[in-house]
């Protein structure tokens, strides 16, 4: 394939966030641009997780596009493969899938200034691109703890989110690393089938119930035939978490207090051993970890064939766990439930900007950004979903439309204008990353006594959105041209204007 053939936009991930930023680009009428994807379906996330039990942990309405709502949801809270299967819909749908390209990992990407383009790798494909749309998210590579002897463990290993579906758990000797999101989802859907299941859990974690269950074919009958009531319940969920659990990111006594109360009575009445429930209780403010929500985890681990080990873990023996506390436990299978690598990943090192450096070599595990959509050094370069428009309280979906405004903006503004290239200046960066950062020293991510993913190398918690969902909209509801440098297009780089984007000269990359 010849490096000459060049789209107006590329967009890294068919995920949430690239399937959003693919029906914005068609909707805007930009119809030249392609999507790398490294597997061989969309989805993403719900693509590639596919543990028993998996679930949303918000509610099926509201975690859902605002254009394409879903009236056959078949809970209020969707089953993971619901929500892979509502992904492709809407790829299909909205005309998407044609423009994506299946099997190609990105493998470099790096801005030519002189040229004005990005040059894209992947195994099979070099192009270049005028812009490039970072849609890989944070929740794209496991990550998997650096503990001693793990490489000398004689059983089956594996991290939840690479699920080992060859492996029969059944009387199985399993222990489980982590009790976060994934964890108090899987261990529920597994205990039941193993001989034993040794929970491994550094700190413990608020849980409050889960407000879940069948829809019934009523509603699911009045949602098709009146859109407008799936749209009133989206905002009532909407309401509930803007009232009244983003003033629990804020630490404001009311909601803490009433979210708190409600966490310990579940746990008070799901588990009545007192030397198990003080495992479970935690001593830090709810919210500064993860929320969670379930109904069957607190059953689970008070089963016979549970154990909850609550130091950790020390290290990995052939054919056991040891302990933070020395005391060891035989095991035949572990799973990791341990989350992802958020500080830095493979994309990070695959991005160049202008001076030369990856996205890593800049960020050295502190995310530095404007907006959580543009970074200084990195010119026609957006990230759409990842770190800086993190939340506690929401979802993650709500942040890529209103991510999404914001980019179809900024390439109407680089067309009218006629500009071949906007890169935020770092005077703007800095400002943002210093308001940013007074808000977020109020939040409980920094003040409520625990340590979490939420912070980075550094101790901050510049990946997150310290703010209400509402105000995020706000913020990235017009590109803003003062706080970037503006190129001109020069003879040499008429790529942006819209008309090039309908000539015969332009064709997407197909790997021939």
Known sequence: ??????????????????????????????????????????????RDNSYPGIACDV???????????????????????????????????????????????????????????????????????????DCAGSLAEPQVPSLPGLETFAGTVFHSARWDHGHDLRGKRVAVVG?????????????????????????????????????????????????SLQRLQRSSQFAVRELLHYPMIRRRKAARLVLEATARFHLRRQITDPALRAKLEPDFEIGCKRLLISNDWYPALAQDNVHVVANGVREIRESSVVAADGSEHEVDTIIFGTGFSLGTTDVFKRIHGRDGRSLDQVWQGSPRHYRAVSIAGFPNYFRLGGQGCGIGHGSMIFQIESQTAYLIDALDTMARRGLSSVEVTAEAQGAYLTKL????????????????????????????????????????????????????????????????????????????
């Open 437 to 512: 950062s007074s808000d977020l020293e109020g939040t409980v991510w920094l003040k409520g006594g625990c340590s979490s993913w939420y912070q980075d190398a550094s101790g901050d918690a510049t990946g997150m959105w310290p703010r209400s969902l509402t105000s995020y909209r706000r913020l990235t509801r017009r590109f803003e041209p003062a706080d970037h440098h503006l190129q001109p297009r020069g003879a040499a780089s008429l790529r942006l204007s819209s008309s090039a984007t309908s000539t015969a000269s332009r064709r997407s990359p197909t790997g021939s």
């Open 179 to 227: 009790t976060g999101a994934s964890a108090i989802q899987f261990v529920p859907a597994i205990q039941p089938v193993v001989d034993q299941l040794t929970v491994f859990q550094r700190t413990p974690v608020w849980v409050v119930p889960r407000n879940d269950r069948p829809t019934t074919a009523i509603e699911r009958r009045l949602f098709t035939m009146f859109p």
């Open 59 to 133: 509610p099926s309405s509201f975690y859902s596009l605002s254009f394409a709502p879903n009236p056959d949801w078949s809970r209020t809270y969707s089953p993971g493969e619901q929500i892979a299967t509502y992904t492709r819909g809407v790829v299909d749908e909205y005309g998407v899938r044609p423009h994506i390209r299946f099997g190609q990992e990105l493998v470099s990407a790096s801005w030519e200034d002189a040229q004005q383009h990005w040059v894209i790798k992947t195994p099979d494909l070099t192009f270049t691109a005028d812009v490039l749309v």
């Open 1 to 46: 394939m010849s490096a000459t053939e060049h789209v107006r936009v590329a967009l890294i991930g068919a995920g949430f966030a690239g399937i959003a930023a693919s029906v914005a680009l068609k909707r805007a009428g930009i119809d030249d641009f392609v999507v790398l994807e490294r597997a061989d379906e969309v989805g993403g996330v719900w």
